[in-house]
């Protein structure tokens, strides 16, 4: 049985690049050139089809990504750190290998996901112009997989709260509405998904940090099995995987960043879902009130599921959601005192 507190679909979403002309590349000029709308629009495993086929180059690619970038960032704050003449340079010498996401432009978010010559500051403001010198396995396995690193994207102080702001790099906005927060910690990521700056980026989940940006910005939020990703640890912690806008793309690269081995712990997707009983709730887990608008969302997604042939079936929580904050934030301390010592060493003094 399948359980879900929320609803997550694909999107496609309009910017000022919908009226963009296209970016003129060295391409075989018989071809037709890519725009940005129609880049915008593709999903990962689309692009990685067109590279190989030679409809596009990985540095056109490229070129659509920092054209969306330049265009929308400005009013979303969703990328903290580019790197567009490291990324046209990795690129050209990028090998087709068979990798699923050959040549395809990705953001990383900025916890977790670190590249070299990138930002190392958890976001807090005393460590402001820290950088690494190190790629990160999780960075790695996806570059392995075809990804081209094309920059980082924003979150919140350590990642601890479900919105992207802080002092250091201030508040990201939601592609939809840009009054609004795309959640978090993972909000960078999700608002330069939803908005179509790359087709996916890269993001992590202890306690929501994937799947709270995903419902608020209509992309596919998947947080895979503690221990099951290459480079992540078996001890309860964050996991890390993406924010996605088609299923498609999300069994691709959970395939390609699986820990090879771990595959015998993953059992083989069922070929039909019809019948199947999805549990739900309209409920808060641990008593908080619910908005009219929250539950009227829910209620149309069981809609739309039982139209599937789906079996929708209104269940309480199954956990004491209390109890169960109260050991995630207490489990969550030790980040402050992680960040504690950061500060204190970039000022001593001040402590």
Do not use: C
Not at 32 to 43: G, H, K, M, W
Not at 154 to 168: D, R, W
Not at 344 to 351: C, G, S
């Amino acid at each position: 049985m399948a359980t879900f507190f929320g609803f997550f679909g694909a999107t496609s979403i309009p910017t000022l690049a919908d009226t963009n002309p296209p970016i003129k590349t060295t391409a075989d000029a018989t071809r037709q050139v890519l725009t940005d709308a129609q880049y915008r629009d593709a999903s990962a495993n689309d692009l990685a089809k067109m590279v190989r086929a030679k409809q596009a180059t990985p540095e056109e690619l490229i070129h659509h990504a920092f054209s969306l970038l330049a265009r929308d960032n400005p009013t979303l704050n969703a990328v903290i750190y580019s790197r567009e003449q490291a990324a046209l340079q990795e690129a050209s010498e990028l090998k087709d290998t068979g990798q699923p996401f050959y040549g395809v432009p990705l953001l990383v978010k900025g916890l977790m996901q670190l590249i070299s010559g990138g930002p190392n500051t958890n976001g807090l403001l005393p460590s402001a112009g820290a950088t690494t010198s190190a790629t990160l396995p999780i960075t790695k396995a996806f570059q392995n997989a075809g990804f081209i690193v094309i920059g980082v994207t924003n979150f919140p102080e350590m990642g601890l709260i479900n919105v992207t702001t802080s002092k250091l790099y201030g508040a990201t906005s939601n592609p939809w509405n840009t009054d609004y927060n795309p959640g978090g910690s993972s909000g960078g990521a999700a608002a330069s998904t939803a908005d179509g700056i790359v087709p996916l980026a890269g993001g992590n989940d202890a306690g929501g940090s994937i799947r709270i940006p995903a419902s608020w910005t209509g992309l596919i939020g998947l947080k895979p099995t503690q221990g099951i990703i290459t480079g992540d640890s078996s001890t309860p912690a964050a996991v890390n995987f993406a924010e996605t806008k088609t299923m498609e793309d999300t069994n691709l690269l959970f395939d390609s960043l699986l820990n090879p081995k771990k595959s015998d712990q993953v059992e083989s997707a069922p070929t039909n879902l019809k019948g199947m009983t999805i549990a739900y709730s309209t409920k808060s887990p641990v008593g908080t009130p619910v908005s009219k608008d929250a539950v009227k969302a829910v209620e149309r997604a069981v809609s739309f599921l039982r139209t599937k042939g789906f079996k929708p079936v209104e269940v309480g929580s199954p956990v004491d959601g209390q109890k169960l904050m109260q050991a995630y934030y207490l489990r969550a301390t030790s980040s402050g005192s992680t960040a504690n010592f950061i500060i204190k060493q970039k000022k001593p003094n001040k402590i």
